[in-house]
């Protein structure tokens, strides 16, 4: 078993939460394609191809979960094939709960863990409420309640993300923990609260969403490198792990049928406790 590393924790959870920004697009592309306009579905078939060139992205994040989970690379027997946004929140909520078991009594890599989680919660939650706003403006597919919900689920969120950045961010060397959830929180504090506005303002929204997707992609690179990890050469996150991203490439989306598979119309379902008494 390999040791893991302070970077191993927060990389974890930041790929264990942020995957479902991928499932819950092929879930939305599944519904918005029920809805039977032309131009509609021929947008949810451009959207899938798009999921499915994130494969490999999609596969290295979950091997990342995998080898912090093992302690090691998984084998390629013990590889499990997520096709669904369904097979992903079950995998989700097992591996979230046996992780925080792991760390009962380790305070410091339990929050490192928790403050990669909430921010890929965060940023999970922000790619399902711009993929709502710019359908909405795009098709006419309103959707005020599923706007309200995500922007409700991005605040919850904050104020847990809060909590642990502000825990790390007391530790010597580790203040841009704090500092860089404080960025995204005022980068992202106007246009929630224009929400409440009316639809006509959204299109000026969406810029500032848009960024705040890209900070928090910053952020996560530039904190990873503040923590201790493994060399270049053997980075967990994508080496040591030769297989083929086969169990997330054949994602349940190739066709007619399986994009009628519609869900309940609900986008988004990460709702999960990351409080710190987890």
């Not at 009594?105 to 399902?128: H, K, P, R, W």
């Not at 007391?170 to 960025?183: I, R, V």
Request: hydrophobic letters at 30%; charged letters at 25%.
């Amino acid at each position: 078993m390999e040791a893991r590393t302070l970077r191993d924790h927060y990389m974890g959870g930041y790929c264990l939460s942020s995957l479902g920004s991928y499932y819950n697009q092929l879930k939305m592309a599944r519904h918005y394609h029920s809805l039977g306009d032309e131009d509609l579905k021929q947008h949810c078939i451009d959207w899938l191809a798009f999921i499915q060139s994130k494969s490999e992205t999609m596969f290295h994040r979950y091997l990342m979960v995998e080898y912090l989970q093992l302690g090691r690379a998984p084998t390629e027997d013990e590889v499990l094939s997520l096709t669904t946004p369904e097979q992903y929140r079950e995998w989700l909520k097992a591996t979230h709960e046996r992780l925080l078991d792991q760390y009962d009594g380790d305070e410091l890599i339990c929050y490192l863990y928790l403050y990669g989680y909430c921010q890929g919660d965060v940023y999970t939650a922000l790619v399902v409420l711009i993929s709502v706003v710019e359908l909405g403006l795009a098709f006419r597919t309103h959707n005020p309640d599923q706007i309200e919900a995500s922007v409700s689920r991005i605040q919850t969120i904050m104020e847990r993300w809060k909590y642990f950045g502000e825990s790390i961010g007391e530790l010597d060397g580790l203040q841009n923990f704090s500092l860089g959830f404080y960025k995204i929180q005022s980068k992202l504090h106007g246009p929630l609260e224009l929400f409440s506005s009316s639809e006509e303002r959204f299109a000026l929204i969406l810029d500032d969403l848009k960024e705040s997707l890209t900070l928090l992609d910053n952020l996560q690179e530039s904190l990873a490198q503040l923590l201790p990890g493994q060399d270049d050469e053997s980075d967990s996150e994508h080496s040591n792990f030769a297989y083929s991203s086969q169990a997330i490439s054949d994602l349940d989306m190739n066709s007619e049928e399986n994009l009628s598979k519609t869900p309940d119309s609900k986008d988004s379902d990460q709702s999960k406790d990351t409080s710190p008494n987890s």
